[in-house]
């Protein structure tokens, strides 16, 4: 049975290297998450269907993975469907359980499921891969790892300001520098739409808002009066599409735009409150940045967006997001619970770190230090002294057959290992290890402890 | 739609508590792994099916989820299937991936995939979620964690010397002492079969030996006598059955047994040499047993079969096992890789920790200090602080919301958080922080020195 093998599109493998890479922004985002006070909590790979389908709305449900029911699922399959070839009306009577597509309405489950364990306000990290049955494209993939923390219980903005911190120490950490974490609030889209006469077309409007950095203010123009928005309220927006400066003076043109809309001002004052803490706190590396075309999930949020740009040296686009939510469970039936969260791309993160070399050397060492195999008794004494090395965190290995010299060296060479280590028969009488420094090819004749201090040096 | 949330039976969620302490065996078994010198990969959770059907028996084919095929699958339904309702013979036209069973055949695709990539001898780990649709029971669930580490590329006996090492490591390492580490070889059980003329019921033979333990000596020669295997047969088996005692002890009775066995003496050959060095070396809390009713997946295994039970005073069966295979990679075509590698049983491990006390009792901590919210400037002070305690590694958190001192309170109590700062007018004025333990209760104005100093004490 010699079939060629291969991984389903959009899935990967990843080797040693990626592994490590992968884990140094997973670890550097974990400790963050914990210093600020969020828990981890995971949930299981699949949910049932009724728990995601109908979530994400018509496209969601396309791109959720079905698990097919075990056994003999087509003796409860429906007549009906089977009968038509109807696909869609057949899943659900032949696949119970579905995939996770993201690690938001897993948590707003587990928040409902667990209500009386948990104690509100609740802050939550969780680390886990998703699934979309999306067209796999570059840095687009069917399955990918998500990065979360949420706060659940509390419509403080002081958790606003501090996801901006989180974003700035994550950023800070990973040496990636001059990130612009890029704010909106749901209230100044809505105020504006208001304001216009558009209350009705909010979506519309901000679609065509969100456009403007692609397709410049005239098409802006076209795609809002298509949509229906009146020329008179487009034109009361001309202040919009020349807002730049400073967070304040931004903050001043949107006070005279939003004069006499209540939601508004709710946001302005939402946005100043945020702004002015932040100031006060300071961001350590990253770039608060207002920007009111800024709109992401809009259904879905309710007060603050967030969006984190890679800096401006590459072509990236959000390596981050967010907001605040206030019904995130009542698709559960719980009704008034506040929530905001951010995430992280991971995917997005690595191929910034990549394309910037801020991935630290040493994440990529296979081992430290690889002992010649010159047969039973050498390695029985190597890998005493083995032992010792690994006991001290040192990671190191037998060559495991007596191959020849040249072999084992070569081996050492391609897997790039610092440190070899040779032990002969002179080397046992005289208790002693000839250490080669693989990069300078430098060797001498050391005791135990002279290795283990020169190989973890 | 006020739904009662739920999960898929056999899955479970995992609260922080429970993620603390699986993480806390995971970083264990992970590091230990790499100082033997394993390197992580990670392969995707769904394969194509034609990688994983057919590989684990029909049986483990039945048990393999599989994901139903995106859009309008049923216009490539077999129809002749469709029509019979055969559900067995639909399922290959209509779901092409399926979740992954093990991380053993993932790997065996990897190693064929990627062998102009990876420098042999190959040593990997991989600690990834696999899923099985089996009948949920206690301990059994239907997504679970499989922890392996697997050497191809070298039928060294090194490799099986240094997995009991790395056994004895990792339990001593989670503070479980007194495993017992059993050890078989395929060939001493081939050797039995061949001297008692049944070589050809080898399956049948073991399959009753192995349940030696549980239903005793009578039937298990009853069970033989039933597969055909003659009664003179059985009675050279007497030693068998009432051997007991040392390694050494034990081998010298195989070495009797198995005298006129090629294969057999073979057996005993590498058992003896790893018991060698395994002596040599030493144990620091487990015991190496050789025990010759163990058999496992005989199938699968040719050599070293191991199985690690947990201490005594337990009752949990095996927490480990694993072996060394002559062909792992045959199945895709790639032929003489000879692998041999182990696994950890995460959940049954976690029971034991649990059963036995033995969780670390600081992972399961939640933060380390919360601060009291008075108010919008008593905030902002204490975010300052924060920061810095922070940057010290601290996991530190404010109350999002000024909510009464009592409400405050009484969340750090229900969350265990052992240290509660308190801001107000005198203590901003006088740049100290009232910080109070609340385990005894004592209370103190201290400098933010001080108070970094006080909780990372």
Chains 1, 2 share one sequence.
Request: glycine share 8%.
């Amino acid at each position: 049975m010699a079939q060629k093998p291969s991984i389903p599109k959009g899935t990967r493998d990843f080797n040693p290297e990626e592994v490590a890479k992968r884990n140094y922004i997973f670890n550097t985002i974990r400790k963050t998450f914990k210093t600020f006070g969020f828990q981890p909590i995971e949930t299981p790979s699949f949910e049932n269907s009724d728990t995601l389908m109908g979530k994400y709305g018509d496209e969601g449900d396309r791109l959720i993975f079905k698990i097919l029911n075990s056994g003999d699922y087509l003796s409860k399959a429906d007549e009906k469907a089977l009968e038509e070839k109807d696909s869609n009306a057949l899943t659900s009577s032949i696949s119970e359980k579905a995939l996770r597509y993201d690690l938001t309405v897993p948590f707003a489950r587990y928040v409902v499921q667990h209500q009386n364990e948990i104690e509100l306000p609740f802050k939550r990290y969780q680390i886990q891969p998703v699934w979309r049955a999306d067209r796999p494209q570059k840095g687009r993939f069917r399955e990918f790892y998500q990065c979360d923390a949420d706060v659940v219980g509390s419509d403080s903005l002081w958790q606003e300001v501090e996801f901006i911190q989180l974003y700035d120490t994550v950023f800070t950490a990973l040496n990636l520098q001059g990130v612009t974490i890029k704010i909106n609030n749901r209230k100044i889209l809505s105020g504006i739409a208001e304001v216009i006469g558009a209350s009705d077309k909010l979506i519309d409007f901000t679609v065509a808002l969100d456009k403007l950095d692609k397709i410049g203010e005239d098409k802006v123009k076209e795609e809002m009066l298509s949509k229906g928005i009146s020329e008179a309220g487009i034109s009361q927006l001309q202040p919009l599409f020349s807002l730049s400066g400073s967070f304040e003076s931004q903050i001043q043109t949107l006070k005279s735009i939003l004069a006499n809309s209540a939601e508004g001002k709710k946001g302005i004052e939402e946005l100043e409150f945020i702004d002015k803490a932040i100031s006060e706190l300071g961001l350590a590396t990253a770039t608060l940045q207002l920007d009111v075309t800024l709109a992401r999930g809009l259904n879905y949020y309710t007060g603050a967006i967030f969006e984190v740009a890679a800096p401006e040296n590459v072509d990236m686009g959000s390596i981050g997001g967010g907001g605040r939510y206030d019904d995130l469970t009542g698709i559960f039936g719980m009704k008034d619970m506040s929530g905001v969260g951010i995430s992280f791309g991971l995917d997005r993160i690595y191929l910034v770190l990549e394309a910037l070399d801020l991935f630290p050397e040493t994440i990529s060492k296979t081992i430290d230090v690889l002992f010649i195999n010159f047969g039973e008794k050498e390695a029985l004494f190597s890998l005493k002294a083995i032992k010792q090395l690994r006991e001290k965190g040192v990671n190191a290995e037998l060559y495991p057959d007596a191959a020849k010299m040249k072999k084992q060296m070569n081996h050492a060479n391609k897997r790039n290992i610092p440190f070899v280590v040779i032990v002969g028969d002179e080397e046992m009488q005289m208790n002693r290890y000839a250490l080669k420094n693989m990069r300078t090819g430098a060797q001498e004749k050391v005791s135990l402890e002279t290795l283990i201090a020169e190989v973890t040096a």
